[in-house]
């Protein structure tokens, strides 16, 4: 990044909010000395900059400071473009019209040049979202809610049945076309994902008095904590990699070997044994375990088990 752009994007960050110097170098990837350098330079050129010592201090801008209208790069056109793009394809979301609405005065604002630049390579850039039908009503509410870190009781529908659930959301997210909310559930007492569609109402309450903190593990459980994690090495076929690319937890641990074989090489916590096996068994023949014999002697097992269910039948 050019000394000019960086000094741009220092007095973006501070228009936005008050910053550390290290805040700082770390959003633009350079060092805390470098940062306070850019600091004095805006200083000499008349901005007016303040400092607060403390731990809620940092860089200010003085009160009624703003910068001029901005001027974007095609590069930045282009970040901002794909990003608005990846919202309008989402099938459900709580900006609605406002997701269109920014799509065209961003648009209006570039020089015709710059959109034929920026266009060819949009028409072939996107995020893969799936069109799910289902629909969130409630997630504006929930938004809300996760903003004041409260606790709420939550009419849940999950496949077999519906009962409210105390629940205090930490954060909403989008994955796989679903939007899904992390919440501590009193009632599970430990903290789950909640599909969003699933919610039927919800309303805000009082934090359950047994649930100040997280409850601690059981002595069993924390035996089996401290267990040696289960070292699994698998191959994949084409499919397999895509297949294993889209769980959160191992995905990115999938490696291609050559043109037509894949790998899956990773560090299974102990507690998570349950959840290997329906993960590569749910894979069939898109995934071969080379080890542990372990594991392969479950997947066996379960292998059998179906295969006798239809043999009866």
């Known amino acids: 990044m050019k000394r000019s752009d960086r000094l741009m994007a220092i007095l973006i960050a501070l228009q936005q909010k008050p910053a550390t110097a290290q805040s700082l170098a770390d959003k633009l990837e350079v060092s805390k000395r470098t940062i306070v350098r850019d600091m004095q330079s805006l ?37 901002i473009l794909f990003a608005l793009n990846a919202v309008i394809r989402l099938s459900d979301t709580p900006f609605h019209q406002a997701r269109w609405t920014v799509m065209d005065k961003i648009r209006s604002t570039l020089p015709q040049s710059m959109l034929e630049q920026v266009e060819p390579v949009l028409d072939r850039l996107e995020i893969d979202i799936p069109d799910r039908p289902q629909r969130t009503p409630l ?35 989008m994955a796989h076309g679903f939007w899904y909310c992390e919440a501590y559930s009193h009632e599970h007492g430990e903290q789950r994902s909640f599909r969003v569609d699933r919610f039927l109402e919800l309303k805000p309450t009082q934090p359950p008095v047994s649930t100040a903190s ?86 066996h097992e379960l292998g059998c088990k179906l295969a006798d269910r239809y043999a009866r039948n």
């Open 43 to 79: 200083a000499e050129i008349g901005i007016p900059l303040y400092a607060v010592s403390g731990p809620s201090g940092g860089y200010r801008l003085m009160e009624g400071y703003s910068l001029p209208p901005l001027h974007f790069s095609s590069k930045e056109a282009l970040v």
């Open 139 to 173: 997630l504006d509410r929930l938004l809300a809610h996760v903003a004041e870190s409260v606790w709420i009781l939550a009419h849940y529908r999950s496949e077999k049945q519906q009962r409210w659930l105390h629940i205090q959301p930490k954060r909403v997210y």
């Open 214 to 299: 997280e409850p601690a593990s059981t002595e069993s459980g924390s035996i089996q904590a401290k267990q040696a994690p289960i070292a699994i090495h698998a191959t994949l076929t084409y499919r397999g990699a895509l297949l294993a690319e889209q769980d959160a937890h191992v995905g990115h641990y999938v490696r291609q070997i050559d043109d037509s074989e894949w790998e899956l090489r990773f560090d299974c916590p102990a507690v998570e044994r349950d959840w290997a096996v329906k993960f590569f068994y749910g894979m069939g023949m898109d995934a071969t375990v080379v080890e542990p014999d372990e594991l392969r002697r479950e997947l």
